[in-house]
């Protein structure tokens, strides 16, 4: 008796290990929804769900394609995707900074590629949140200094420029 129980308790033990795993499973996500970039390398195609208030939420949902898109539009949204298998399909999600003024990152290589993650404003620094604004896409925004984000060129500020939802983030060197 005593060693079902204990296959009992391993066997819920391991449901909610499980569950729990699923919950932060990027193929899960939604619009709104955020990801920490995870794995090891400068780029990275491994993701997991996280609150976005979370320190590690570096990611936002911007859309979920749908099945047989596989295209953001914009160069500036990053990317999470599956593979694409014949006859399942696949899963595509467009990503955009989780940032708001003052947040400092730490990028990896370039945008949109990348892998971006939040950091505090220091040495460990590539960039800083220097505008936000919610609504509007418009490189404008961020005033003639700023730069389209050309791979490793983080020297000088950035824009970032997302269309759907309208978005535009201004970034300065640190």
């Not at 491994?46 to 976005?52: A, K, S």
């Not at 949109?112 to 505090?120: L, S």
């Not at 961020?142 to 490793?152: F, H, K, L, M, T």
Request: net charge positive.
């Amino acid at each position: 008796m005593v060693k079902g129980k204990i296959v009992a308790v391993a066997l819920i033990g391991a449901s909610v290990l499980a569950g729990c795993a699923a919950e932060n499973d990027p193929s899960r996500a939604q619009p709104g929804d955020c990801l920490e970039a995870v794995g090891e390398g400068k780029k990275t195609t491994d993701f997991r769900i996280v609150g976005c208030g979370a320190p590690e939420a570096a990611y936002r949902v911007a859309m979920r394609l749908k099945r047989g898109q596989r295209s953001c539009g914009s160069t500036t949204y990053g990317y999470a995707r599956s593979g694409y298998v014949k006859g399942r399909g696949g899963w595509h999600l467009c990503l955009t900074l989780n940032a708001e003024v003052g947040d400092c990152f730490h990028q990896e290589v370039g945008f949109p590629t990348g892998k971006a993650a939040k950091v505090a404003c220091g040495p460990s620094a590539t960039y800083r949140i220097v505008k936000r604004v919610d609504g509007s896409a418009d490189k404008e925004l961020c005033g003639e200094d700023a730069a389209y984000p050309v791979r490793n060129d983080l020297a000088r500020p950035i824009y970032l420029v997302y269309p759907d939802p309208p978005l535009t983030i201004c970034t300065d060197r640190v």
